[in-house]
């Protein structure tokens, strides 16, 4: 007995054993905001009754029980890993870890398995060989981002995808991949509401196919960029023109590390080395008068740039000697200015003196 507010049961296909998905709204011990979730296995005839651990991040994103067995693959986890488990609820064998997946898809013989990541995730595919618990090979890789519906072929060897109508409104249409990865066909439809291969009443009809051959590869993840602001995006300068800017200057520095070595290298050389050439004489300058009086041939180009700058700076002297006339004129004017101003101070002065002795004359006549 278990205490469950909501439960999933799936069988196996022979009816002898029991996958009992149970959840609970409200965790009791408080572990958990969104409730709790546990997983149970359960064989009547075998006397099997046990309790799957779950992990507690991302909790159960599925579970499919292997088509000719009692073994079962459970995808839980965050980010998602996928074990497989014995009839005994033993771990086995952890197929992928840290994959996005969140659906699991077998075959009809169970030879074959599919993973695909859809809903949040990145719609990537991958389509396995299933030997046995131990033995899982990856065969081929795919994408189909908006797909809703994926199933297996009656005989194993195709596998489709489709995008329906109800879940999205654009984009509609299905794909048919092989049992390898490989992409054999595609329709596109306006409006797509179901697809379904036709049914087989007993699978054993198609048997199992035994030339089994690897489709496309996963592509190697690319490095992850540093983040660029909005405003910045539409730039030129991109982090591939900084990069190669770097390595550039890095070039430039290494080389200039090496020209300083090899001059140091020669300087650190003997000075028997250095003096085995002896140093070249140096040409004597000639005199500046010799180089004065060389005679120019007439007409030269030189001998008339030459009397041009002659002529050029007689006439400016003689403008220096007209303008600096009318400053002597000037000058001599206010010189003349002040010596009349300074005749008539003394003038009024000799005037004003007279006039207070005549004024002290008439008062002693009185």
């Known amino acids: 007995m278990f205490e469950a507010d909501n439960c999933h049961l799936l069988w196996n296909r022979s009816g002898s054993g029991l996958l009992a998905y ?62 497989c488990y014995n009839h005994k609820g033993m771990a086995v064998k952890e197929i992928a870890s840290g994959c996005p997946r969140n659906i699991i898809r077998f075959d009809p013989h169970g030879q074959f398995m599919w993973m695909g990541g859809f809903g949040n995730l990145n719609g990537e595919m991958s389509f396995m ?30 596998f489709v995808t489709a995008r329906i109508h109800e879940f999205i409104k654009i984009d509609n249409g299905f794909r048919i991949y092989s049992y390898n990865g490989h992409c054999i066909t595609e329709y596109k439809h306006e409006r797509l509401h179901q697809i379904a291969f036709r049914p ?10 035994t030339n089994i051959r690897k489709g496309p590869t996963q592509p190697k993840q690319s490095e992850k960029k540093a983040y660029v602001p909005p405003h910045l995006r539409d730039k030129g300068n991109t982090q591939q023109q900084q990069q190669q800017q770097q390595q550039h200057n890095n070039n430039n520095t290494n080389q200039s590390s090496e ?21 070249k004489p140096k040409k004597q300058k000639q005199n500046k008068q010799e180089n004065d009086n060389t005679p120019w041939p007439r007409g030269s180009r030189f001998q008339e740039h ?24 000037r000058e001599q004017a206010q010189q003349g200015g002040q010596g009349q101003e300074q005749e008539q101070e003394q003038g009024q002065g000799s005037g004003t003196s007279i006039d207070a002795s005549a004024k002290t004359e008439n008062e002693g006549n009185e």
């Not at 991040?57 to 499919?64: I, Y």
């Not at 087989?200 to 196919?209: N, S």
Request: proline residues 7%; aromatic residues 8%.
């Open 22 to 83: 149970v959840s609970t709204d409200v965790d009791t011990s408080g572990k958990s905001y969104y409730g709790k979730e546990q997983l149970y296995l359960m064989h009547p005839k075998r006397n099997v009754n046990a309790m799957i651990t779950l992990s507690e991040k991302g909790g159960l994103q599925e579970a499919q029980w292997h088509p000719n067995s009692d073994e079962f693959v459970v995808i839980d986890d965050h980010p998602p890993r996928v074990t």
């Open 129 to 158: 060989h299933w030997k046995d618990a131990n033995a899982v090979e990856m065969l081929g890789f795919n994408k189909d981002e908006t797909c809703r519906y994926y199933e297996y072929s009656p005989d194993g060897t195709m």
């Open 200 to 209: 087989v009443a007993a699978p054993q009809l198609y048997p199992e196919r």
């Open 259 to 279: 020209h300083d070595n090899e001059s140091k290298h020669n300087s650190n050389e003997p000075s028997q080395h250095k003096h085995q050439n002896p140093p």
């Open 306 to 329: 030459i009397g041009k700058t002659l002529d050029d700076t007689e006439t400016k002297s003689a403008k220096k000697k007209r303008k600096k006339k009318p400053k002597e004129k």
